[in-house]
């Protein structure tokens, strides 16, 4: 409790809004305990990268800022084997700071599928981390099969941006890259139907 208080009062001091305490003690509530010395550079160091202490997302930064000097480290030889140095490293943390708690394995998993069998390059997706947050088996890898389909097929210009694949609702994707072309291929919605059933199988 000695260092409990002293942080949510560090955090009101700094800006940050009720909503986000209570945030912090429901998601993240062992964040809150952390020495008070240790959670005021974390917190510091979050305003200097460029977080917003009125945004939610300025919690998630400090939970990741937090953590030890090994930890980075080894998080950033991760991304350096994806050709991301440190400023890109940082200006995707900024974006969604979420990526950073990936696992080695899961994120590895989702940049070898989009870089090297997509052909997405490595530095477009650190411009749009959000999208190594999505399942890779119920919907990464389902929403590309079509998309290589349709490609395929010459029904699909090339430019589409892989974040308009992903990051767009289910009901949106239906329509737009599915129900759109089952004139010209009446299996698709089978096929992408039984994508998604055999992913969530395994």
């Known amino acids: ?13 700094s800006g ?9 003690m429901i998601h993240s509530g062992n964040l809150a305990y952390w020495t008070h010395s240790k959670f005021v550079e974390a917190v510091n160091t979050a305003k200097e990268v460029g977080f917003s202490p009125l945004r939610t ?21 991760i991304y350096e084997r994806w050709g991301w140095n440190c400023e890109t490293v940082l200006r995707a943390f900024r974006k969604f700071p979420n990526f950073m708690k990936l696992s080695e394995e ?27 947050a999505y399942n890779l088996e119920k919907r990464i890898i389902p929403r590309f099969s079509v998309i290589k389909i349709l490609k395929s ?34 299996l ?11 992913q969530n199988v395994i």
């Open 1 to 13: 409790m000695k260092d409990l208080v002293p942080n949510i009062l560090f955090l009101r001091q």
């Open 153 to 186: 097929k010459g029904l699909l210009e090339n430019n589409v941006h892989f974040s308009g694949i992903i990051c767009i609702t289910d009901e949106d994707f239906l329509e737009k890259f599915v129900d759109n072309f089952k004139k010209d291929l009446p």
């Open 106 to 132: 899961n994120f590895t998993k989702k940049m070898s599928f989009l870089v090297k069998d997509m052909g997405w390059p490595s530095e477009d997706i650190a411009e749009y981390p959000l999208v190594v």
């Open 188 to 198: 698709l919605p089978d096929v992408y139907n039984s994508l998604i059933n055999e």
């Open 16 to 24: 940050v809004p009720q909503a986000s305490i209570s945030y912090m």
């Open 57 to 77: 997302s300025f919690i998630v930064a400090i939970e990741m800022l937090i953590k030890s000097k090994v930890v980075w480290e080894s998080k950033f030889e």
